[in-house]
Each structure stands twice: as structure tokens, then as C-alpha cells.
């Protein structure tokens, strides 16, 4: 049993506001309560925001009570209760929320990065939990993964030069343990046990924390990308945004999805309404940009950033309750170039490459050399098939593999080997037009798994590839199929239509760079040339 001396903690979320909107946040916070009450004299300005909790019958209660003898009708009611402390410390405002009450703190409000920044200052890359990240190529998947255990980071699937780390969890250093416990969770909000009697206490450490910077030191890999705060920059990124969503085939350029499902805060949602919620207002399990489109048309509006900005999104959860409510603009991921450096945007939040990456990045890619003999020179019109037709008839060393696919593996995998074979210098060139990073995303996984098929202990993807290059009847030559290749002997050459790698989005590069770091330390040779 505990004593009356035991420490009383409490598992509690803290927001950070920003300065900006602080009275706008304290100013519907407070319409939103039943009563707000002052906290004791030595904690200045804070105060308790009690919600109204209304009783109510639970939403299954109906449907299960259908299966009840005799009409049955159980009288079973509920409450939900949620609540604020609004905290002032110093420059900082602090919102800790109980209950519901996360549900009433708008994502504008509050600092993107706070809980994140915070727990990279406190926990050692060898104690994660749990490690959420957004990959910023393509699509823009999202993964999230836990250990079982404290583990060190590199046994999480996280890639630096690829992902945009959104949520940590871990043990802190153990010298923060009697302030923050012996977890914490780091996203938005930084969620830990607190020591209710040192509140005070607990604020000083964490502002202390926050405002170190030592999360970059500690962990420089998972600050590739650092939010962007100026307010004059911010302003060009949204209108660099607006010309997507006004120009043409504006969803090829935008992801969707619901800001918590990025950093993992809150319920996830499994349902959305976009506008208005009436009772008639129809749910979908995806956010898709054309059921946006149709919603601003049918208020004969425009696409654009303001429409983005203005459209509300209603997150609902698997029974169809509402757990929160965010605009388009929150949910949008998208990529823009702003005075040569790419910015990317994540659940309302810009964010830009750290100049330490950028650096890293670019000294990598000036690795790349030419290969031994060179391609012709592309007319600028054709398209990649018949440029990687042409350039294969220019001489007879080429050997054209475009579409010749080689069916390999489970199901209907089918791999296609190279684009164009150079057999006397070794080299297999892979011809990519690029159209941002998902497609030169594409001509570094082509690479990939020619490098992990083509160079395998196992014989088998050779044996098929031999079989297809005689399946195709120009009389080539298959003894350089019969023994395993080394990978030293053999040129990897990525070809770029009509740009040099030094002109491609920065995301685009940073796809390039891993591939080249990944290939070199297996001990290939990689080359590069723009034709």
C-alpha cells in the first residue's frame, strides 16, 4: 500500500502554445467551459478549465438490447468529463489536457514539434520504444513501429535521409527520471508521469529541455528536417501551395491524410465527413481529393489555399462520433521548391532540410562519376521508350532490355533487368524521365533490385534472364549469365532525361544519395549521367 509520503503522479499530455495564438486559444477555451477555477497563489495566472460532461446511454446499448428476452431495457448512462490546466510559465504558456480535453485544442494553437523536440532531449538513442515516422517521397507513407523493449534506433526500420520523424517514444536518461518518470512520448504533445507537487518544478526542467536544442545534438539524424517559423516564409510557402491546388491535375501533387494519423496523437480516426456534419452528411473511411473537389464546386467555390484553409474536416472514430475536427489545409502533405531548397508540408506544419543535410547530401552526390562509355544525347521529345530504342541502335555493344520483363518469385512478380547492357564495359544503364521524386523514387528501386537479383548467390534470376534474352532471338550471347557477377566488375549507371542530378528537387537528390550510400558499401560501382 502506498505511504502518505509516496509521490502522487499523474499520467498527463502538455501542450505548448504558440505565442501568437495564446489569447485567441485561453479566449475559447474558456466559452467552451462549465467553470474555470484559479489554481493556488504560487502558480500565477494558471488556472483549472473544467467541460461539461453530459450524461448519456452508451451507442451500443440500443442494437444489444434488441437481443434481450421479455423487451428489456436496461438503464445504463455514462459520463465522459475533460479538462484543462492552462499553466503560464515564464514566456511559455502550457496546456495539460484531461479526459476529452485534447479534443479541444486546435492544432493552429499549439507548436508542432514540442512533444517530439522533447523527448529527443530526453531519451538515449539506445532506449526507444516506439518510433513514428512519415516517409516524404511518393506517397508519403507512414509507418509506425514498437519494440517490445528500450532498443537502439537502428533496429527501427527509420531512414534519416528519407523520413520525417513525427512521434518518439523511450526511456528517458535516467537522471530525468524523478522529474518525468521512466516513459515518455514525444509528437505533438509530450505525454509522461508528473509529480503533481512539483508542477513548478516539472515546467522549469521542461522549458529547460525544450529550449537546450540538445535534441539536435543527441540525435542529429532525426532532425534532417526542422520546422519553418518565419512568418514572410511561411507566407510564400502557402502561396507556392495555392498554385498547385490552382493549376492543373492538382491531386497528383497532394496526399491526404488526418494530422493525427501522422504523429499519432489522439484516437485514430476511421471515418470522415468533409464540410458541414449534418445528420444527412455522408461519411467516407479515406480522405480522397475529389470528394474535396466536389464539396468546394458544390458551393461554387475554387480550389485554392483559402478553400483549403477553410474547409472543415470532421475526423470520426468506428462507432461515427466525432473526435475532432481539422481543415483540408491540416491535412494536406505536399512538396514545393522555395529559392532553390525543397519544403515540404505535413498535417499544417512547413518544414525545410537542415543545412547540415543538405551539405551531407550534396557531398555524396558529388560522388557520382560518368560511366565508361556514354549515351547519345536525348532530342528532348521522345519519350523514354523510344529514347532508350534509339540509343540502343546507335550501337551494337547495346543491348536493349526495356520491357523485357523477367518473371521471377511469388505470384506474378515480374522484374525487368536493366534498360539498356553495355556487355563490353559491363554497364547497365537504367534511363529515368524525372517528374519530381516519386519518379526518380522508381529508377532507385529499379536499381535496387537488379542489385539484390542479378548479384545473388542463388542462380536462379540469371538462369530466367537467360531463358528471356533467348526467348527474344537476336542470337545474344548468354555465357556471362553462368557464373555469379562481381559486384566491383560491374557499372550501375543511372541516366536522367534532360536534367542533371544537381537540378532535381532536394527530396528527389536525397533518394539518389541513399541509394548511392546503400550500393557503395556493398562494394558496386555507380555512375550517373544526364543525356
Known amino acids: 500500500m502506498a505511504g502518505a509520503d509516496d509521490a502522487v503522479r499523474l499520467g498527463v499530455s502538455v501542450y505548448l502554445l504558440k505565442r501568437s495564438k495564446t489569447a485567441e486559444a485561453q479566449r475559447q477555451l474558456e466559452d467552451a467551459s462549465d467553470t474555470v477555477y484559479p489554481l493556488v497563489d504560487s502558480i500565477p495566472g494558471a488556472a483549472f478549465i473544467a467541460l461539461p460532461a453530459d450524461a448519456g446511454s452508451p451507442k451500443w446499448l440500443r442494437p444489444v438490447s434488441t437481443l434481450l428476452a421479455d423487451g428489456a431495457a ?48 530526453l531519451v538515449p538513442q539506445g532506449q526507444v520504444r516506439e518510433m513514428r515516422a512519415e516517409q516524404v517521397f511518393a506517397k508519403r507513407h507512414i509507418a509506425s513501429e514498437r519494440a517490445p523493449r528500450a ?15 513525427a512521434a518518439v517514444e523511450g526511456v528517458p536518461e535516467s537522471k530525468y527520471w524523478p522529474v518525468f518518470g521512466t516513459k515518455v512520448r514525444g509528437g505533438v504533445s509530450f505525454k509522461f508521469d508528473l509529480e503533481v507537487a512539483k508542477l513548478i518544478e516539472t515546467l522549469d526542467q521542461i522549458a529547460e529541455r525544450f529550449d537546450s536544442n540538445d535534441h539536435r545534438s543527441r540525435w542529429p539524424q532525426a532532425n534532417n528536417l526542422v520546422a519553418v517559423r518565419d512568418d514572410e516564409k511561411l507566407e510564400k510557402l502557402d502561396a507556392l501551395l495555392d498554385r498547385i491546388l490552382t493549376g492543373r491535375r492538382p491531386e497528383n501533387a497532394i496526399s491526404l491524410a488526418a494530422p493525427g494519423e501522422r504523429s499519432g496523437e489522439g484516437a485514430y480516426p476511421q471515418h470522415f465527413v468533409i464540410g458541414r456534419r449534418t445528420k444527412s452528411a455522408a461519411t467516407s473511411p479515406y480522405l480522397m481529393f475529389g470528394s474535396w473537389q466536389k464539396y468546394v464546386q458544390s458551393k461554387d467555390g475554387a480550389l485554392g489555399l483559402a478553400a483549403a484553409k477553410a474547409t ?10 466525432e473526435i475532432g475536427v481539422c481543415s483540408m489545409y491540416q491535412c494536406m502533405g505536399a512538396e514545393v521548391s522555395l529559392e532553390g531548397v525543397t519544403h515540404v508540408l505535413s498535417s499544417g506544419s512547413w518544414y525545410s532540410p537542415d543545412r547540415r543535410f543538405i551539405a551531407s547530401t550534396n557531398q555524396t552526390l558529388a560522388m ?35 520491357k523485357e520483363l523477367v518473371s521471377f518469385g511469388g505470384g ?13 564495359t559491363k554497364t547497365l544503364y537504367f534511363v529515368k524521365h524525372p517528374a519530381g521524386s516519386a519518379g526518380v523514387s522508381h529508377l532507385c528501386e529499379q536499381v535496387r533490385r537488379t542489385a539484390e537479383l542479378f548479384f545473388d548467390t542463388d542462380p536462379s534470376y540469371r538462369q530466367r534472364l537467360a531463358d528471356r534474352i533467348t526467348a527474344v ?16 566488375e560491374w557499372n550501375l549507371c543511372l541516366v536522367l532525361m534532360g536534367k542533371q542530378v544537381s ?9 539518389i544519395a541513399r541509394l548511392l550510400g546503400e550500393l557503395q558499401k556493398r562494394g558496386f560501382d555507380v555512375s550517373f549521367q544526364a543525356v
Open 74 to 121: 436496461p438503464q445504463l448512462e455514462g459520463q465522459s468529463p475533460g479538462a484543462l490546466l492552462w499553466v503560464p510559465r515564464g514566456e511559455k504558456i502550457f496546456v495539460f489536457t484531461f479526459g476529452y480535453g485534447h479534443s479541444k485544442v486546435k492544432e493552429e494553437w499549439v507548436e508542432p514539434d514540442f512533444g517530439k523536440v522533447l523527448a529527443l532531449a
Open 151 to 165: 532498443s537502439a534506433v537502428r533496429e527501427f526500420g527509420f531512414e534519416p535521409d528519407r523520413d520525417l520523424v
Open 312 to 321: 472543415p474536416v470532421h475526423l470520426l472514430d468506428g462507432d461515427k462520433e
Open 368 to 402: 557520382l562519376g560518368a560511366p565508361s562509355f556514354a549515351l547519345k544525347a536525348w532530342n528532348t521529345i521522345d519519350h523514354e521508350g523510344p529514347y532508350n530504342e534509339d540509343a540502343a541502335n546507335s550501337d551494337p555493344d547495346l543491348w536493349l532490355f526495356d
Open 412 to 424: 506474378a512478380s515480374r522484374f525487368e533487368f536493366c534498360d539498356i547492357m553495355h556487355l563490353p
Open 473 to 488: 532471338g537476336k542470337g545474344w550471347n548468354t555465357n556471362w549469365l553462368t557464373t555469379r557477377p562481381k559486384q566491383h
Open 503 to 511: 537540378a532535381l528537387p532536394f527530396f528527389a537528390k536525397c533518394g
